[in-house]
């Protein structure tokens, strides 16, 4: 079956220009999740969206840094003027009901360059 | 608050030697704890969760994880390693009722012929 999807898989950008990286969760999972994972790093929380409710942006590291999900679907993870710290895998999660049932399922990953 | 820390960042072992991965955690809740593992190129999966329930616990591909409250430990472990054990494993801490998750930095287990 699908599970979740992300796009681009890999994304080298210069400095300073914004890129947008996309997450398809698993169809029906209220739940998704973005996280960083630098080199030699652990996961980094970025953000967290619950059905309609307000997201939990508490991960973001600067303004710089933003998402959406529309429709309570596809998410969107816009990183603006980026930096060459910003180089890291963005990893993408759903799981179908936060509240009860935390198996997440993760996304391959977003690697992005930052030149 | 909550940390994880995964007491080795590597780990190398002989193939059907037993695999022990250390975790500590801390969290002023009672956690729920959850052992991750990410294969090259491949996106996280998850092994095993302690959710109050039992203390061992058994996940997939024969590993399980014993949760000890009196040394804030959730260490993972496997009788025998396989060559397709190698990867990098992340022990997670939930917030109590929150659905926020806290990654520890990950092993990677290398597993020698």
């Known amino acids: 079956g699908a599970g979740v999807s992300q796009s681009p898989s890999n994304k080298v950008t210069e400095k300073g220009k914004d890129v947008e990286l996309r997450c398809d969760p698993i169809s029906g999972h209220t739940a998704l999740y973005w996280y960083r994972q630098s080199l030699g790093q652990g996961l980094e929380f970025l953000i967290y969206?619950?059905?309609?409710?307000?997201?939990?942006k508490s991960g973001l590291p600067s303004d710089r840094f933003s998402a959406e999900r529309t429709g309570g679907s596809v998410s969107t993870l816009t990183i603006q003027r980026t930096q060459q710290e910003d180089s890291a895998v963005y990893l993408c999660?759903?799981?179908?009901?936060?509240?009860?049932?935390?198996?997440?399922?993760f996304g391959s990953g977003t690697q992005l360059s930052v030149l | 608050a909550q940390s994880v820390t995964q007491l080795d960042s590597h780990v190398s072992v002989s193939e059907g030697t037993p695999v022990l991965l250390r975790c500590n955690y801390s969290s002023s809740y009672s956690p729920s704890l959850f052992w991750y593992v990410q294969h090259p190129n491949k996106g996280l999966q998850l092994l095993l969760k302690?959710?109050?329930?039992?203390?061992l616990v058994k996940g997939i591909n024969g590993f399980e994880a014993e949760f000890k409250k009196s040394e804030t430990s959730f260490h993972l472990t496997k009788p025998s390693a396989h060559m397709s054990d190698a990867a990098e494993y992340f022990c997670?801490?939930?917030?109590?009722?929150?659905?926020?998750?806290?990654f520890g930095s990950g092993t990677q287990l290398t597993v020698l012929p």
């Open positions: 302690y959710t109050s329930a039992a203390t």
């Open positions: 999660a759903s799981s179908p009901d936060g509240a009860t049932n935390e198996k997440l399922f």
């Open positions: 969206f619950q059905g309609n409710s307000a997201p939990d």
């Open positions: 997670v801490v939930r917030r109590g009722s929150a659905r926020q998750l806290t």
